[in-house]
């Protein structure tokens, strides 16, 4: 994986320091992560049925301790950790989903990512996401742009979803009414994070995602997409607020400008 951007070096403040701290911690996670990759780690599942295996909780404790070393005063809030209220007082949150898309991790399909956050009045100010099995690298922060291995990201200008490239679920991409619009999909993301940097990135032009997504599924594509002059939201347009009681959403959609008000009304029709 690609070392710090010294991009961050000479961009100045608290942000930077949190790109190179979020950024060096997801490179050591990606390398705990791939210990097990490919190699039949344990799994369970959890209420409702999703899996968590012994990596996620690896990797869990790892960035816990790294990332709370290093900044004490900042709350914690990650899929792998039991939640509590303490977070809501603090003015800086971490926001870590230790292993997004852990069907994909333990299926040694290479779609997961390791996404860490910093959260700061309900909205992303730091990101880095880290697709260890690729070697990728995203870094954003508020003000500051996005970038992928060290090169700056712009959303596309496309402006008809006739044509445009999408990923989301399979049961909203398969209504008759969205496979009208002429959509061109590829293979399904299962990460929603990463499936939102894609956006970022230039690969997709429009992301969708189900209900009931968490924070720390979408804090730091959140930022990632914005810096690179995207949008994310939920069906009312509104930008996703972090930190809150319950970290939950609704369905949303990510998508470039020219793109995000049509992408939006038709996710709208059946939210």
């Not at 990728?136 to 291995?149: I, N, P």
């Amino acid at each position: 994986m690609p070392g710090v951007d010294p991009h961050w070096t000479t961009f100045a403040g608290e942000l930077a320091a949190d790109v190179v701290l979020l950024s060096e911690a997801a490179a050591e996670a990606g390398e705990i992560a791939m210990r097990w990759f490919r190699h039949d780690p344990k799994v369970w599942h959890k209420d409702g049925g999703s899996p968590v295996s012994e990596a996620d909780l690896a990797v869990d404790r790892h960035l816990k301790t790294r990332l709370r070393a290093a900044r004490p005063d900042y709350g914690w809030l990650s899929e792998e950790t039991a939640d509590g209220p303490e977070r809501l007082g603090c003015a800086r949150v971490f926001v870590v989903d230790p292993i997004d898309g852990t069907r994909a991790f333990v299926a040694g399909d290479e779609g997961w990512t390791v996404s860490l956050a910093v959260v700061e009045a309900g909205r992303p100010i730091a990101a880095a996401l880290a697709q260890p099995a690729t070697g990728r690298l995203w870094q954003a922060a508020s003000g500051g742009g996005a970038r992928l291995d060290g090169e700056l990201l712009a959303v596309t200008d496309r402006a008809a979803l006739a044509g445009a490239r999408v990923a989301g679920p399979k049961k909203f991409l398969e209504r008759p009414v969205v496979q009208e619009v002429g959509f061109r999909t590829d293979r399904f993301v299962p990460s929603l994070a990463l499936r939102i940097a894609q956006v970022a990135d230039g690969r997709l032009d429009v992301a969708y995602g189900s209900a009931d997504a968490h924070d720390w599924d979408l804090a730091a594509a959140d930022l990632l997409v914005q810096e690179a002059g995207g949008r994310l939201a939920v069906p009312s347009g509104e930008a996703i607020a972090y930190n809150r009681a319950v970290p939950r959403h609704p369905a949303l959609v990510a998508a470039v400008p020219g793109l995000f008000e049509a992408a939006r009304a038709l996710l709208a029709r059946f939210a």
